[in-house]
């Protein structure tokens, strides 16, 4: 069995830092592709960042350029999000998401496995 458990969350001060941590177990991803969505209330699930095969291709929505980096540790079998920056409107409840993929995929329907999500408050 599958899963993806996060921790990290919690709540950060607008310009401070805070590092989501996903582990894996039950398969590995080494080759495959990783993710970071984020739903805020009210609003629709969006993907922050990917990454693709131990970090080689990334994406990053425009709303986190710059601020957040997303990294793998293959032999943790484990994806990280590092929030520098962090603004109040990054509020949200990050979930981790993998995908049977290779290539980078942007499309939430094709992240099979996802975590059961955590929650994080930045504060102005």
């Known amino acids: 069995q599958v899963q993806l458990v996060e921790s990290g969350g919690g709540t950060a001060q607008a310009g401070g830092s805070l590092r989501l941590s996903c582990a894996a177990s039950g398969r590995t991803f080494v080759n495959n592709v990783m993710g970071w969505f984020r739903q805020a209330p009210g609003k629709e699930r969006e993907l922050v960042a990917a990454?693709?095969?131990?970090?080689?291709?990334?994406y990053y929505a425009d709303s986190v350029k710059g601020r957040f980096a997303i990294s793998r540790d293959i032999a943790k079998n484990a994806v990280y999000l590092q929030m520098n920056s962090p603004k109040p409107e990054d509020t949200a409840v990050y979930s981790c998401?993998?995908?049977?993929?290779?290539?980078?995929?942007?499309?939430?329907?094709?992240?099979?496995?996802w975590g059961q999500g955590t929650q994080v408050t930045v504060s102005s």
């Open positions: 990454s693709a095969r131990s970090g080689s291709t990334t």
């Open positions: 998401a993998a995908s049977k993929w290779v290539l980078l995929t942007t499309t939430a329907r094709n992240y099979e496995y």
